[in-house]
C-alpha cells in the first residue's frame, strides 16, 4: 500500500515586477491620479444649462453663489425662480429663518429679485437624503400649484450640482428636462482643489457621494411615503 504523503505546504513560482515593471506601473499610477485630480471636479461640477423653464437655486448655496444665482435670472430665459432647502442646521446664518429655502429667499430679495417672481419651497425634516427630500418638496410644491414643468436649471454649488442633478432627475422624471449651473465654490481655489484642505474634503466626499446615489440610494415609488420620509420606516 503505497504511503500517503501529508505537506502543509508546496513550492509555487509567482512573478515579481523587474525595476522597469515597477516604474511602468509607477507611471501609470501618477498618470491616472493626475488625470483622477483633474477631471474630477469638472466631472463633479458639471454645467450644462437648458436657459428656460424654472430656475430651482439650491438654498443652502453661499450668498456669492446668490449673487450669481440672481444675476443668472435677471439676464432672462426663466419664468420664475425657486429656492429649495430643509432646516437651518448650526449657525450657517443669520437668525429668522428655519429653512434654507426662506433664507435664500430673503437674500434673493436683498439682491433685486421680486418677491413675486419667488416660489419658496422648504423642505421638512426627514431621514431621507437632504436633497432628495428637498427635490420631492420643489415637485410637489409646483404641482400644488398647477404648473406642469418641462424643464429647469438647477442651481447648485461646484462639485455638489452632479449628485444634485441625479437627485432632481430622480424626482422629477425621465420626462422632465434637467439643467444645471454650477456657482464655482467660495472657500477655496476649485482649479487646485487639492492644495486645501476644504477642496480635499468637499471633491472626495462629493466624488462618494456621487457613487453611492447611483449604487446604493433607492428613495422610493413617486408619491410614497418613503419616497419623503426615507426607508426608515419599521
Not at 84 to 104: K, M, V
Not at 130 to 151: F, I, N
Request: with cysteine; aromatic share 12%.
Amino acid at each position: 500500500m503505497p504511503l500517503i504523503s501529508f505537506h502543509l505546504f508546496h513550492l509555487r513560482m509567482i512573478p515579481v515586477p523587474t525595476v522597469a515593471g515597477i516604474l511602468f506601473f509607477t507611471l501609470i499610477g501618477c498618470g491616472s491620479l493626475s488625470a483622477v485630480v483633474y477631471a474630477l471636479p469638472n466631472f463633479l461640477a458639471v454645467n450644462s444649462p437648458v436657459r428656460h423653464g424654472l430656475l430651482v437655486v439650491e438654498g443652502w448655496v453661499s450668498l456669492p453663489s446668490l449673487r450669481m444665482a440672481a444675476d443668472t435670472f435677471q439676464q432672462g430665459g426663466y419664468e420664475a425662480i425657486v429656492v429649495s432647502g430643509g432646516p437651518i442646521e448650526g449657525n450657517f446664518c443669520r437668525s429668522g429663518f428655519s429653512t434654507y429655502a426662506e433664507r435664500a429667499a430673503y437674500e434673493l430679495k436683498q439682491l433685486g429679485i421680486a418677491d413675486a417672481q419667488i416660489i419658496v419651497a422648504p423642505a421638512p425634516a426627514s431621514a431621507q437624503d437632504r436633497t432628495y427630500r428637498s427635490s420631492v418638496s420643489v415637485r410637489q410644491l409646483l404641482e400644488s400649484q398647477g404648473r406642469k414643468v418641462t424643464a429647469f436649471d438647477l442651481f447648485s454649488s461646484g462639485p455638489h450640482t452632479r449628485r444634485s442633478r441625479n437627485l432632481y432627475q430622480l424626482a422629477f422624471g425621465k420626462h422632465v428636462e434637467v439643467g444645471t449651473i454650477a456657482a464655482p465654490p467660495s472657500t477655496y481655489d476649485f482649479s487646485h482643489w487639492w492644495r486645501s484642505s476644504a477642496g480635499v474634503k468637499e471633491v472626495l466626499a462629493e466624488g462618494i457621494a456621487y457613487a453611492w446615489t447611483l449604487c446604493c440610494f433607492e428613495p422610493g415609488k413617486q408619491g410614497s411615503w418613503e419616497e419623503a420620509w426615507g426607508n426608515g420606516r419599521k
